[in-house]
């Protein structure tokens, strides 16, 4: 399978991920949006990319989310 995306790479999403299939990492439940950051996790068999999302405060991650490839871009 040819992928855009490498896992551990930052990337930038580009449109808000279906709540439904959100995990959050902690107790709190931020929304999770578009223009937000993260990074590859892995790289799932369905072909969508599970994206570890970083809290642009912290730098800790705030929770996981499935994403397809055309709504992501690389962050330099």
Known sequence: MQT????HQKVRLLAD???EYVEYYSE????IKKGMT???NIILP???YHVE???EKTGEVIA???MDEEF????E
């Open 4 to 7: 855009k995306f490498k896992r």
């Open 17 to 19: 991920p279906n709540p």
């Open 28 to 31: 709190e439940e931020p929304r």
């Open 38 to 40: 993260g990074k590859i």
């Open 46 to 48: 369905n072909g969508q």
């Open 53 to 55: 999302i970083i809290d």
């Open 64 to 66: 996981y989310a499935p």
């Open 72 to 75: 992501l871009e690389k962050v």
